[in-house]
Each structure stands twice: as C-alpha cells, then as structure tokens.
C-alpha cells in the first residue's frame, strides 16, 4: 500500500484521486509508525521549503523519511516534495533539506544571460527531454508535464537526472537515486504522462514487494 505523507502542505487531494484512477491502494497520514509500515512512500508539496522542513521535523517526519528510504523502499517527491529530497534551498534564507539527493535549490533569475526577462513562477505546460533509462520511464515517451514552480534544483550530480526541461536554464525534470525518486511537475495534473509515471512508480513498489 503507497502511503501519501500528510504534513500540512501537500497537494493530498489530487494525488490521491490520481492513485484511484490507478486503482492503486493508499492511505495519508502525518504519524510516522503508520507511514513507516507503508511499501512505498509518496511526499507531495506546495510552497515554501523553509516551512515545509519545520514541519517535517516538527512532526518527526524527516528523520522517518532517511530511515525509510535507508530500508530499500520506494520514495518518490513531487513538486516541493522532489526539491526538499536534495541538500538545501535559497528560499528564504539558507535552509537544510533531506540531503537524500546532491543538489542546492535555487531561484529562477528572472532574467536571462543575454538581459531577457521571463516570468516567474515557471508555471504551465513544458516538455520534457530523457536523459537516461531509468524504471519509472518504462514504456513513457517524452511528452509536455505541468510546472508551477520558482525554484528549481541545481546539481553537479548529472546520475541523478533522469529527464529534464528547459526555463532559461536546464530544470531536473525528474531525478532519481536508487530506490529514490522526484518529479519538479505535477504528475496528477499531466494528463497521460504523469500517470505513466505514477503507474511506473506503484510498479516499482509492487517490484519490491513480491520480488519479481
């Protein structure tokens, strides 16, 4: 059963529906003896880093989270979610993040090298661009994914960037490490790509659960 990390500021009811229409089992819980139990994690988020790691550390949901993921089981971030697996963010001062993941969250200038603004929030349909195989694009072909996003992540790490888009500067798209994965869009909101994804995402759980 996927469990969905409640800490008060997740998209919880869109991705929940989005595991319906997969006829995909879940439960949502902000208590981490019942989410630790679960045989595959999702961390969704909406807003601000800084906010959301008091949170998860306030309802000793971080440290839950390293243990978790240090058993071999499935994580997978989604939007904020993916950029709070990484080491830390500029948003609103210096802040630490899960440090699952090699990268700095950073802000979209706003303006690019040659003095073009752009708006931000990077926010609307994008495409994205593979960068290697990875399970959760078994049978995914590249297509445009929904971004509402103002920062994004920046990583020397290049292994860890499955597909990407482009805003001014190269986006991790999606990221992944292992039994670790992120994803900077909405898949929920991504028509049939995001649910490819989030198919491939409960077929990796389901992998590990029955060993197959």
Sequence with gaps: MIGIIDYGMGNLFSVSKALERLDVSYFISDK?????????????????????MELLERLDLASMIKEYVQLGKPLLGICLGMQLLFEESEENGLTKGLHLLPGSVRRFPGVSADGVTYKVPHMGWNRLTFVQGSPLLQSVHENYAYFVHSYYVDTDDKSVVIAESSYDVKVPAVVGKENIYGMQFHPEKSG????ELLSNFTGIVLERMTGK
């Design 32 to 52: 981490r003896e019942e989410l630790q139990k679960a045989d595959g994690l999702i961390l969704p988020g909406v807003g601000s880093f800084k906010d959301a």
């Design 192 to 195: 049939q790509l995001g649910m």
